[in-house]
Nanobody, 121 residues
Framework: QLVESGGGLVQAGGSLRLSCAAS????????MGWFRQAPGKEREFVAAIRWRDGSPIYAGSVKGRFTISRDNAKNTLYLQMNSLKPEDTAVYYCAASRFYYTIRPGQYDYWGQGTQVTVSS
């Protein structure tokens, strides 16, 4: 089970930190990631992290502004979002992949319910 928190409304240029608490079998996943979906758009990759060593991957649109991290002891995934832009507005989902370290949503096995992030201009 994956449970996201930390979404909300923020002005452009502001910051938010999303959290994703993992329980059950998901803590043995190879990687975890963040995806987002804006109204009328497809779900897109934001960032992923290899659970074993913390190696990150970022989408070009967020690189340098967002930081993905994890706390192994707490089985918790984080996404620190800085310099937020209105185009970052979306529902953000965390996901876990049992076998892959990947940007492809189809290779993630478990998904959270999502948390809304709204950035006002």
């Amino acid at each position: 089970q994956l449970v996201e928190s930390g979404g909300g409304l923020v002005q452009a240029g502001g910051s938010l930190r999303l959290s994703c608490a993992a329980s059950g079998r998901t803590f043995t996943s190879t990687a975890m990631g963040w995806f987002r979906q804006a109204p009328g758009k497809e779900r897109e990759f934001v960032a992923a992290i290899r659970w074993r060593d913390g190696s990150p991957i970022y989408a070009g649109s967020v690189k340098g502004r967002f930081t993905i991290s994890r706390d192994n002891a707490k089985n918790t995934l984080y996404l620190q979002m800085n310099s937020l832009k209105p185009e970052d507005t979306a529902v953000y989902y965390c996901a876990a992949s049992r076998f892959y370290y990947t940007i492809r949503p189809g290779q993630y096995d478990y998904w959270g319910q999502g948390t809304q992030v709204t950035v006002s201009s």
